[in-house]
Nanobody, 119 residues
């Protein structure tokens, strides 16, 4: 069993930055690939970013490429979503999720942290 807790969300002005954290407990991140997702108001949940269990492979969705990056600190069992040049359409609830290596579906989800980009 893996428990995931996101933090770092809040209100930020357009053009600003935030760093979201996802702390995992129960198992070490060495066994799990991690993803970031978001759900904007009135929209479906969408993929934002990915970091592999080793931390060696990361990628983000085209919609945030060049502005967001993903990183991990396996010693701290924490993954991060670094968000820069935030726009109003980045507003939503951000979730982290974990899946066992080799799986295609995510097995565990956090409760989400809200991000509001507004002036």
């Amino acid at each position: 069993q893996v428990q995931l807790v996101e933090s770092g969300g809040g209100l930020v002005q357009p053009g600003g930055s935030l760093r979201l954290s996802c702390a995992a407990s129960g198992r070490t991140l060495n066994s799990y690939d991690m993803g970031w997702f978001r759900r904007a108001p009135g929209k479906e949940r969408e993929f934002v970013g990915f970091v592999s269990w080793s931390g060696m492979l990361t990628y983000v969705a085209d919609s945030v490429k060049g502005r967001f990056t993903v990183s991990s600190d396996n010693d701290k069992s924490t993954v991060y979503l670094h968000m820069n040049s935030l726009r109003s359409d980045d507003t939503g609830v951000y979730y982290c999720a974990a899946k066992r290596r080799g799986n295609t579906q995510y097995d565990y989800w956090g409760q989400g942290t809200p991000v509001t980009v507004s002036s």
